[in-house]
Nanobody
Framework: QVHLVESGGGLMQPGGSLRLSCVASGISFSNYNMGWYRQAPGKQRELVATISSGDSTNYADSAKGRFTISRDNAKNTVYLQMSSLKTEDTAAYYC??????????WGQGTQVTVSS
């Protein structure tokens, strides 16, 4: 059974930093492309950042220069370091693991709220 468990969300003031973590189980983690997505109320889920099994990274324009995605295959964990947070970063953040189209998994999400 596959589980993706996110943690690290919370309430942060604008300009602050947070690090999200996602621990995966039930998959061969090192083979999977991992990603972070987010969904704000009333909006569609959108890509934040991805990291391939070969450590290639991709970022949404809104995340470039502020967020960093990384992975630790020994810990089956993917991270999202977020800095210079803005109110518009407020959303539920979801971890994704994908290998092929039929092997695509999501976590339950962790809430990030940026507010003064």
């Amino acid at each position: 059974q596959v589980h993706l468990v996110e943690s690290g969300g919370g309430l942060m003031q604008p300009g602050g930093s947070l690090r999200l973590s996602c621990v995966a189980s039930g998959i061969s983690f090192s083979n999977y492309n991992m990603g972070w997505y987010r969904q704000a109320p009333g909006k569609q889920r959108e890509l934040v950042a991805t990291i391939s099994s070969g450590d290639s990274t991709n970022y949404a324009d809104s995340a470039k220069g502020r967020f960093t995605i990384s992975r630790d295959n020994a810990k089956n964990t993917v991270y999202l370091q977020m800095s210079s947070l803005k109110t518009e970063d407020t959303a539920a953040y979801y971890c994704n693991a994908k290998w092929v189209s039929t092997l695509n998994y999501w976590g339950q999400g962790t809430q990030v709220t940026v507010s003064s």
